[in-house]
């Protein structure tokens, strides 16, 4: 019986980048949740004014992790034409579907390349992917960090998968198929987080409300996820799930084999020039 292959990471987390990515996640949970940490008498809709810092001081942070991501793991100019690759690929993918049911192509693109790729490498795919696409569709804004720290986690996570070198064909196929479902409301719910806060009195009934206890805002954010995005994040969970099934099995074999192809972790060496 053939020994199942090694599995090679483009990008290799080491202490650093480790610490980096933790610092970066701490920040972005309190960033995402902090209607439910600080206490109602807290002054919490003094927040909205802060909003511009807090998405200067996130981008910051974000490229600071894939800086100290790059620089640790000596990224070489192979695993940089891929990001480079994908990244376009991915904002290419992304406006296919805008406006249409939540039908985002790209996410089924990240799924399975965090998945071969590994973690690092697929969080900083997922945060140059949706940086790429801001920029192409217009959608720079205090979102925009939100949404490369999301996308980073939902590329990062495909990467954090188990049976990454001996779980093969149908099997893995379903297993990205069920993460790709699960993560696609994921994304959705925390990027609702993003916006809720400062929704004001537009929709008192399903609004944040800074006087309240935490159980009753939890229940307005329940509120307000199944009337405005539940639709849409179903629609991004099934064409996940629908391309994971259809196309996953090509495009895990063809990144695979370009993996392979590269010999990212095989340093390059030069001849010596013949005398």
Known sequence: MTAPRARVRAVRLGARSIAALVLVSAVGVVAFCWPFLAPPDS?????????????AALLVLLVAVVAATISESGLGPKAVAMLGVLAATGAALRPVGAGTAGIEPMFFLLVLSG????????FVLGSVTMFASALLTGGVGPWM?????????????????????????RGEVLLLAC??????????TIMNLAG??????LTSNIAFDPHAA?????????????????GWDLGRALCTVVLT????PALLRALRRATRRAAFETAVTFDAPAE
Request: glycine share 16%; with cysteine; proline share 7%.
């Open 214 to 230: 935490v159980p009753a805002n939890l229940a307005r954010f329940t509120a307000y996820c199944l009337a405005t995005s539940m």
């Open 245 to 248: 099934l259809v196309l996953g």
């Open 115 to 122: 998945r071969v790729l590994g973690p690092g490498f697929g």
């Open 179 to 188: 993460y790709g479902f699960v993560a696609a409301f994921a994304y959705g």
């Open 43 to 55: 002054g919490l809709s003094a927040h909205a004014e802060d909003a511009p810092w807090l998405f």
């Open 145 to 169: 960090p939100f949404q490369m720290l999301a996308m980073g986690w939902f590329t990062m996570g495909a990467g954090l998968l188990p049976g990454q070198v001996r779980l093969r064909g």
């Open 196 to 201: 809720w806060p400062f929704m004001g009195a």
